[in-house]
């Protein structure tokens, strides 16, 4: 049995040194189980088909990244991610009001639990973005090229690998391509798949992030705001008195920081950011108004609200004494809009699907390991559903930017690696 490191990485996780016994207890198990399903001939056949299809993953891979996917404007790909589910064997596939896609491939049990595999449809680049791929040789550049078209293009292969090897699970399966994963996106397609009331998946796999090894178990949270100060605005000489709105956007930036850093030295670690600022017309005005977007995170919940707090009082006190120091004309408003709020959690490291998941990536010849992100699972993670995240493979670089990148070394096999999660995970029939 495959366990010599395995062990020792469960071993070195927080809360399961206390209970060595039964930590190598559950690795043995979920490695055994692990095992058994990769050992049938139907997973063998499977693995088989998977690095057959390279060439068409790849061949997806690059139609998704050059279908483009602007923030807020992911119609265009979400159709064509649509079709392809369509195409290539869902049993019925449906997009949702917020433009959320889904595939479904029934399992045997009778829709009484449902696994969903997911990826992200949207990018971060704006709509005239040339998203066209270049390839050199095994690598493709091209914004968007890895986050998360990769990812996208494995949950495809995923479906059609079980539909070609006729694999059908115990649970149900949703092969999903989401919206709003990135940035001021805040999470929107899997808050509006986990809202209140609705037919949530009971367990969430996601593909997004390089590398074969990681498995995101634990969620960063975050809180991100625009605020506003605005006044009458005015000649710097004509108008000089008026409460100024950058003055006051400096005394909020100060006011925050003297408090933030002392709460930021010691404790969960806890990040604060002020990442944009405008305003203005010209250097001799007065402007109507200044702004500035904030981002705040922390691997702790309690924590991030307590910095959350102290921001917004420091908005408040330098709006007060701005307009304290005007000479004449209408005081200051701010408008504090807060544009992202990210939840954050852990889920427990002896949970089912973290060991399965460390088992399969341990299978695949790679030594697990549990980190930290902010990703799609943030949201289930919160909500006390069991989800994580796992890699797209190959080698890629430069996120988010227009020069990123992604090398084809072995990219079938972070595909194996997801199949023989999904596939322990939702139970195949016979094995598990």
Known sequence: MRLPVLLPALLGLPGLLVAPVAAQDAAARYASEVEAVASTETVRRAFALIESLDDWTLERH????????????????????????????????????????????????????????????????????????????????????????????????????????????????????????????????????YRDGADAPDVWIEIDGGGENSIVSM????????????????????????????????????????????????GPRTSYNVGRIGGGTSVNSVPFEAWMEVDMRSVDPASLDRIEQVFLAAMDRALAEENALAREGAPLTVN????????????????????????????????PYLSRSSTNSNTPISLGVPAVTIGRGGIGANGHALNEYWVNREGWKAIQRALLLTLTEAGLPGVT
């Open 62 to 193: 690059i139609q998704i990244t050059e279908t483009a996917a602007p923030p807020f404007m992911e119609e265009e790909r979400g159709a064509l991610y649509a079709g392809l589910l369509e195409q290539y064997g869902a049993d019925s596939v449906w997009t949702d009001e917020v433009g959320n896609v889904f595939g479904l491939r029934r399992g045997t049990g009778g829709g009484e639990r449902t696994v969903a595999v997911g990826g992200h449809l949207d990018t971060v680049f704006p709509a005239e973005t040339d998203v066209s791929v270049r390839m050199v040789g095994d690598t493709l550049f091209a914004p968007g090229v890895g986050d998360d078209s990769r990812g996208l293009a494995i949950v495809l292969t995923l479906l059609r690998t079980m539909v070609d090897a006729d694999i059908r699970t115990r649970d149900d399966l949703l092969f999903i391509g989401t919206v709003g994963e990135e940035g001021l996106g805040d999470l929107r397609g899997m808050k509006h798949i």
């Open 219 to 266: 969620g960063l949270g975050s809180k991100r705001y625009r605020i506003t100060f605005e006044g009458e605005g005015g000649h710097s000489w004509g108008a000089f008195g008026l409460a100024n709105p950058a003055h006051a956007l400096g005394r909020a930036i100060r006011h925050f920081q003297d408090v933030a850093d002392t709460l930021t030295r010691a």
């Open 336 to 367: 504090k809009d807060k544009i992202g709020d990210r939840p954050s959690g852990e889920i427990d490291p002896e949970h089912p699907l973290v060991l399965r998941a460390m088992a399969a990536t341990h299978y695949m010849g790679q030594p």
